[in-house]
């Protein structure tokens, strides 16, 4: 491990060397002379007076550097039956001819433009043209239901909504203009651009004010890259948190386009002319991160796909995608790795295929079990690597840093520390525990470049939410442990976070939504171990006097709710009725232990619980609707 350690170390007790030397590995407009500052609210800030654009680095440098001919993006979609391949100089001639086309609307360096598509091409084109003029774009995942637009409209006050005709789950098709419609609707501040992609010409009836064709921005004059201020925003991108509000992550410039450098290279060890595949959704960080910027400014080709692990049409999905495109490093959820393993467990699908160009498999967006890891990796026969990361920091954490040193990955571990992060186990006191003993996960400050520098419009709840329980640390909301050696093992969240098939949904909202059900006395929504989701939420609720009879009735107007206001991928399916539900004597709600009991978790009650025998009518309850790995398992 002395390699890893060295260089490691290097990181944390050298931060300013460390990181202004790898800043030098890619191109600014002006070097940053001031590495790590402090702005006037003491929130750290990295390069603050380099200048810089990513879609620059993106486009322009790589085919500066003899590029142009390559494949910079593979666009394959089994649900249209539609490939597209564009080279980088295709790629730059749509992405600054759109560019040029929003600056004829009138959008300008700092406003702010939502893209809520599905995984076209044209969605990857609409983010990079924001950043070409310096436009702040905000990614809202299309399965998300118009609810959850319109609060990140109301935050993010865009200029612009781009949007497209539909998206399509399996052989289903999702119009998504009306979805944006009712977001509209619903929305306080009106976006006074809507700029519509038609996925079948005539698709949809563009007649409305401030209604335009994409196609339309594509025929404008090239526009040339803004240089941008390191510390100027890419990017908000809403994540989940303890509330319904969603928190808007900042993500900048320079520090990111660092530590996407420096992830690429010793991280995910991907050379330039490699193909890269990230089966995620440009909706997710992990896009923005690994489908968009990262293997572009690698000058890797990159996969956009617009499809499932199964079911289109089969099991055999992404090793298809890997021979076809003789993928060499790929990135997916584990719960996608679930998903094949449960239609072909003797991986019968895979031997069809030529994966000899596969060198890695990284697995990340919710815990990796063991069976799982152990399945994919005898399968596969490479390493299979777990990392931990998050919406906030854009990059990981914890891993195998395959470019530095390959150093084996342990089973139910995420890895080692990354460069850069300063892990440390933390008690609720703000005590650091010994190595194998689980606690809170913090970092301490400040945070490599990439990661976020406050919340959009919101210091308060950045402090709130991430500084102020462990003062010069950042809580990252997970908790877990370290081992001997250094090796990092997540426990899941500390908070109302969960992650359902890799996406990641807050249960307080949820709550809050049942909790608005005029039938509703009292509730809890909790997160229970799922087989192929790894989690998925289930409430627990409490009727008030005189709608006894109406139990189911309540039950599918509750799933309907969820679905309605945050969208299907919740899988919302269960509400069931309790007489009471378990508290403390001071009154709060004993969720950990009734989602231990459904999964079977061995428990102690707490010492503070009101009445113990609440305990036994819940497990009751679950038990006969089947709630939980405990019962389900049986
Ligand atoms: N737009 C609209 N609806 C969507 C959607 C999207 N982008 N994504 C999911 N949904 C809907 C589904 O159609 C489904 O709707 P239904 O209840 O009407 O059938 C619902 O949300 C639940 O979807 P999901 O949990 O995805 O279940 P599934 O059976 O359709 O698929 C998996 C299961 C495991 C195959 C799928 O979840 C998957 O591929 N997961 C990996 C996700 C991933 O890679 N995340 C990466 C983040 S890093
Ligand atoms: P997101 O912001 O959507 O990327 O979700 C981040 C959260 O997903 C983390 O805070 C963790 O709770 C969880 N997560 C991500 N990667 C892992 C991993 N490798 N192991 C366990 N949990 C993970």
Wanted: net charge negative.
């Amino acid at each position: 491990m002395e390699k890893y350690r060295s260089f490691y170390r290097q990181s944390i007790e050298d931060k300013e060397n460390f990181w202004a030397a790898q800043a030098r590995r890619i191109h600014w407009f002006r070097e940053p002379s001031v590495i790590l500052s402090q702005n006037e609210k003491g929130f750290y800030r990295w390069f603050a007076d380099g200048e810089l654009n990513l879609c620059w680095l993106c486009l322009d440098e790589q085919v500066n550097h003899g590029r142009g001919e390559q494949t910079a993006l593979l666009y394959d979609s089994p649900v249209s039956h539609t490939k597209q391949s564009f080279t980088y100089f295709a790629l730059l001639d749509k992405v600054s001819r759109f560019a040029g086309g929003l600056l004829q609307l009138g959008i300008r360096k700092g406003d702010t433009v939502v893209i809520y598509m599905p995984m076209i091409p044209e969605a990857v084109i609409a983010m990079l043209a924001c950043a070409r003029i310096g436009a702040i774009h905000s990614v809202v995942f299309g399965g998300f239901a118009p609810h959850e637009l319109a609060m990140r409209i109301d935050d993010a006050h865009p200029k612009a909504i781009i949007s497209a005709s539909y998206g399509i789950e399996f052989d289903k098709i999702i119009p998504y203009k009306p979805l944006v419609d009712r977001a509209i609707e619903e929305a306080l501040h009106k976006p006074p651009l809507h700029i519509f992609y038609e996925r079948t010409p005539g698709y949809d009836q563009l007649d409305g004010k401030g209604e335009i064709d994409y196609n339309s921005l594509l025929e404008a004059d090239p526009a040339p890259c803004v240089p941008v201020l390191s510390t100027d925003p890419l990017y908000i991108l809403y994540t989940s948190g303890t509330t319904g509000k969603p928190k808007g992550i900042i993500r900048d410039h320079g520090g990111y386009a660092t530590a996407l450098k420096f992830s690429m290279d010793y991280i995910y060890n991907a050379a330039p002319d490699e193909v890269f595949w990230a089966a995620s959704d440009v909706g997710w960080v992990v896009g923005h991160s690994y489908i968009v910027y990262g293997p572009l400014l690698q000058g890797c080709t990159t996969i956009l796909y617009e499809g499932k692990p199964v079911r289109t049409p089969d099991a055999g999905a992404f090793w298809r995608m890997i021979s076809e495109y003789k993928v060499n490093v790929m990135f997916t959820a584990p719960t996608a790795i679930r998903a094949i393993k449960k239609e072909d467990h003797e991986g019968e699908k895979l031997k069809q295929y030529d994966l000899q160009s596969l060198k890695y498999l990284f697995l990340a967006g919710e815990r990796c079990d063991p069976p799982t890891y152990h399945w994919i990796k005898d399968l596969l026969q490479i390493p299979v690597i777990d990392h931990w990361w998050q919406t906030e920091t854009g990059w990981p954490m914890v891993g195998i840093m395959m470019g530095l040193e390959v150093l084996p990955p342990r089973a139910g571990s995420a890895g080692l520390p990354v460069c850069g992060y300063e892990l440390h186990i933390l008690s609720d006191e703000g005590d650091e525990l010994e190595k194998g003993k689980e606690g809170y996960i913090a970092v301490k400050l400040p945070l490599p470049p990439g990661c976020l520098p406050t919340l959009w419009n919101n210091d308060d709840r950045f402090i709130a939410g991430y500084l102020q329980h462990f003062p010069g640390y950042y809580q990252t909301g997970d908790g877990g442990y370290l081992d001997q050696d250094g090796y990092c093992y997540i426990m899941g969240r500390v908070d109302d976070v969960i992650n359902v098939s890799g996406h990641r949904l807050s249960t307080g909202e949820m709550e809050e939504l049942v909790a608005s059900h005029p039938a509703i006395a009292e509730c809890a929504v909790m997160g229970i171990a799922d087989e192929l989701r790894g989690q998925r939420p289930v409430a627990l609720v409490v009727l008030k006097d005189g709608h006894r009879e109406e139990e189911d009735l309540i039950e599918e107007e509750l799933v309907a709710l969820i679905r309605e206001k945050i969208g299907a991928v919740a899988y919302f399916r269960n509400a069931a009725v309790v007489k009471r539900l378990p508290k403390t004597r001071s009154g709060k709600i004993l969720r950990k232990t009734i989602r231990q009991m459904a999964d079977g978790e061995t428990f102690t009650i707490p010492s503070t619980i009101d009445d113990p025998h609440i305990l036994e009518e819940i497990r009751e309850v679950l038990e006969e609707r089947k709630m939980g790995l405990a019962w389900n398992k049986i």
